[in-house]
């Protein structure tokens, strides 16, 4: 049963920022081991969490970065890791004032009262808060896990389970499900995560594994996709542009996917993590 009236609001809090390199985003031809090394030329980029007010949950959409990469000396569990994701990142900027419960405190909400966070996929700048609410049950792809827990270096994707695992952390694997629902075509698997058609979790593979996206349905308000770093921007993502992380043959079958969805769903605002936009876009929705 479809009851999008029970999402009151949609808000976006933003943990800081940073600058990538600009093939990160816009892709390249070039070795990535050259634009790591040797681009010059970068892009500021917000780290956002989406906040979905629901008459039965405060529910976030990831959880953004924790201090500790600007903080701490020993945020990266290696040197070589480290090494490379100083070249990759840099200027990252996250104050205090930052912090997920400070925002949240900001937006008139406590940490304390997430009951749910859905996460995009296992980045650092995804999963960063979940420390910070113990309480809430955590919902990530499978996949994404079953590539924690494998042998092909996952810390090297700034995947580090010793944050992830964290103990006492209330960990769901999302539960797909086969559907049939016209409105999600060509999405054949969903989860509904409340139960009542309002926030339905999508499986959007390409970025990372266990990827996921959710598609949040208002009464009052175009219905909004929350996409992680499936892209970067909107934009990209209608003109078939990958950038330079993940599997570009993958991303580009999601992408084929989420525009064939947004085109019987034309008010459809796409909302990627670190869109700069976000806040616009949601007051104008």
Known sequence: MLTTSAVKAVSVITTGDGEVHHEHIYGTRRPELWWIFFGRR???????????DHEDALVLFDTGQDRAVVTDPDYYPDRITAFFYRHIFRDIRIGPEDTLPAQLGRMGYSASQVDKAVISHLHGDHVGGIADIPQAELYAGEEGFAYMRGPDHPERQTVFRDRIEIPGARWHMIPFASTDDPELAPFTEAFDLMGDGSMIVLPTPGHL???????????????VLLVGDLTYDEQLLERDHVGAVGDAVQLRHTYAKVRALKQHTPDLVILPAHDPHAAKKLGST
């Open 42 to 52: 970068w892009v500021r980029l917000p780290i956002n969490v989406y906040v979905i």
């Open 209 to 223: 594994p266990g990827s996921v996206s959710m598609l949040v349905r208002r009464d009052t308000a175009p219905p």
